[in-house]
Structures are given as structure tokens and as C-alpha cells.
Nanobody, 121 residues
Framework: VQLVESGGGSVQAGGSLRLSCVVS????????LAWFRQAPGQEREGVAH????????VYADSAKGRFTISDDSSKNTVYLQMNSLKPEDTAMYYC????????????????WGQGTQVTVS
């Protein structure tokens, strides 16, 4: 399984970014794709996840109302649209995959991308 993130960058507070995660090599059908982030010196935290079977979504409190997770099965891609970005959103963002969603329990997800950096100033 390979997860490749893109779309990170540097933006000013109030700006927007859209992260993408392309999934390849997964042959078990539907899956859960989560976005986690990790700021320097802090633990990884969950941001949002989506289950491709029914497109159900869950958001961390920090993401509610500002971020939107979605998937395009035709492209094997999951997106994270981030609006109204704040300096505290600065972190490395990782897409993470597993057969089912396990909330934001880091240890329950086995497949991780390399991350894409988001910097908000």
C-alpha cells in the first residue's frame, strides 16, 4: 500500500489549502482514510477521517467548520480542504489508511504516508 500526499505549502492566516492523498496498492475494497498532523514537539493528532463505503466523516474539534474531507473513488484520492487556516494549524500532515476507522487512535492505523508540510503565518 502506498499513500502519497501533496498540496501542502505556506499560506497566510485566513488562507486555504487542499491536501490530496493518492492511494495505491489497496486491494481489500473499501477503507478508512484519516488525516493526522504533527507539529514540532507535539504528539500526532487526528484531524478528520472518511470511510469510503458510505462517505461518512468525522472531524476533530479543531477541524470542525473549517476543514472538509472527501474522496474521489475514480481517482483513488482523498482530499482535505482546509479553509480559514490559523497559525496553530502549522504541522506535518499525514494521510493514513486502514480497513476500518478507529477514530483518532494513532496506533490502530498501519499505513502511513510520508507527510506534507503546512505552514500558516
Amino acid at each position: 500500500v502506498q499513500l502519497v500526499e501533496s498540496g501542502g505549502g505556506s499560506v497566510q492566516a485566513g488562507g486555504s489549502l487542499r491536501l490530496s492523498c493518492v492511494v495505491s496498492g489497496w486491494i481489500a475494497g473499501d477503507y478508512c482514510l484519516a488525516w493526522f498532523r504533527q507539529a514540532p514537539g507535539q504528539e500526532r493528532e487526528g484531524v478528520a477521517h472518511i470511510y469510503t463505503s458510505d462517505h461518512s466523516t468525522v472531524y476533530a474539534d479543531s477541524a470542525k467548520g473549517r476543514f472538509t474531507i472527501s474522496d474521489d473513488s475514480s481517482k483513488n484520492t482523498v482530499y482535505l480542504q482546509m479553509n480559514s487556516l490559523k497559525p496553530e494549524d502549522t504541522a506535518m500532515y499525514y494521510c493514513v489508511l486502514e480497513r476500518f476507522c478507529y477514530g483518532f487512535s494513532t496506533g490502530r492505523y498501519n499505513y502511513w504516508g510520508q507527510g506534507t508540510q503546512v505552514t500558516v503565518s
